[in-house]
């Protein structure tokens, strides 16, 4: 029998998220598949919703070119921007949009000879001071884009907040006011400037290419949920089984370093999922795990390959019982909590040996 931990992932949920997300922006969504679709399979899910997104986001040519071996049409936006000439070949090549973050890849951009022209996306650092010029520097730099031979039509603007997931934060309402500025003083370029948590704070209506993430998986992309994130549906269950059940005695420890120790006679559930498995090595006791229909505490550290929980209060829990670590009845996001992280990063970080197993539809 195969070792029972595994992460499904619900594509129709993310096809649900990804159209939930395109009816809150005024124009498009591109479906932001970095890092293995954060985690989730960036072949299979921009598969599945090729049907429906018209953009795709990486951050690399190598991420790109995953894309397009597997078939995807559709053009890819290259989000960091070219980080050597052959990347600007590869864009033109492949049909890839270019994000353009300073003077200098626009100096490399003038020395390739392009047989195809690109669309670029000229990013403007309004606040977040990561990438991207500065909002000064825009005119100057647009009106050398747009007179390159290498660039087809209008520049883009492109801008990314700080804090979208605190919609009232003092930096959100400065890069707005600057937005708007923007706006009013580029008209006629057409503007990308919302992740997740700005689409579903009502603040994509200006744009003609939103850049929706984490919402696509279905986890809580702002600090405090809202009547649209309410309506988000997880992607990923991660899941197992109960391989061992024990009683211990008043005293007794559980795991490594004897970290968590028994008040009360116990009954203890070994479950199949370690750090190894994508389970966060943080998370502390207590954290909830869905054993047997049920909500109970995980005790002791994280092992590579076995967590412990607390079963006492579940009778009905036994070797062969199912466990979801998060899921539908556990928020990735109260998981990520637990171990000091959030949940952009658990699934980012599901190991290659945590099979994968494609829902398409609800069963
Ligand atoms: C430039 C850019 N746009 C969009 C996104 C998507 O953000 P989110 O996952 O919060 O929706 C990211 C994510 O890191 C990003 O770096």
Not at 78 to 97: I, K, P, S, T
Not at 101 to 116: N, P, V
Not at 314 to 326: I, R, T
Not at 333 to 344: K, N
Request: charged share 20%; proline share 5%.
């Amino acid at each position: 029998m195969a070792r029972p931990s595994a992460a499904i992932i619900h594509l129709d949920h993310i096809e649900y998220n990804f159209q939930l997300a395109q009816q809150l922006t005024g124009g498009d969504c591109i479906a932001v598949v970095k890092a293995n679709a954060y985690g989730h399979g960036m072949v299979e899910v921009a598969q599945h919703l090729s049907p429906h997104a018209k953009v795709f986001a990486v951050c690399s040519t190598e991420e790109a070119a995953r894309l397009r071996l597997a078939g995807i049409v559709q053009p890819i936006l290259l989000m960091e921007g070219a980080f050597a000439r052959d990347d600007v070949l590869f864009a033109a090549q492949y049909n890839c949009w270019l994000a353009i973050a300073d003077e200098s890849q626009i100096d490399t951009l003038a020395k390739c000879q392009l047989d195809t022209a690109l669309t670029v996306f000229l990013k403007v650092d309004t606040g977040m001071h990561r990438l991207g010029v500065s909002p000064e520097g825009v005119a100057r730099l647009l009106a050398r884009l747009t007179n390159l031979p290498q660039v087809a039509g209008q520049p883009l603007l492109m801008s990314h907040f700080a804090c979208a997931d605190e919609p009232q934060h003092p930096l959100t309402i400065t890069q707005l006011k600057l937005l708007d500025q923007l706006n009013d003083d580029f008209q006629g370029h057409d503007f990308s400037t919302a992740n997740s948590a700005a689409i579903v704070s009502g603040r994509a209506r200006g744009d003609r290419w939103s850049r929706p993430g984490i919402m696509l998986y279905g986890a809580e992309p702002l600090l405090e949920g809202n009547e649209h994130t309410a309506k988000l549906r997880p992607a990923m269950s991660l899941v197992s089984e109960v391989i061992a059940v024990r009683e211990i005695s008043a005293g007794d420890s559980v795991g490594y370093g004897a970290a968590w120790v028994a008040e009360r006679p116990s009954r203890i559930a070994t479950v199949a999922i370690g750090y190894a498995d994508g389970y966060p090595r943080s998370a502390v006791n207590g954290t909830p795990v869905f054993v047997a229909g049920q909500v109970c505490p995980l005790v002791g550290r994280v092992s590579m390959d076995m967590i412990c929980v607390d079963v006492t209060d579940a009778p009905q829990a036994k070797v062969g019982s199912d466990v979801e670590l998060w899921g539908e009845h556990l928020s990735i996001d109260t998981i990520a909590a637990h171990a000091g992280t959030i949940s952009y990063e658990l699934t980012a970080r599901m190991p290659m040996r945590t099979p994968r197993i494609y829902q398409a539809s609800q069963q």
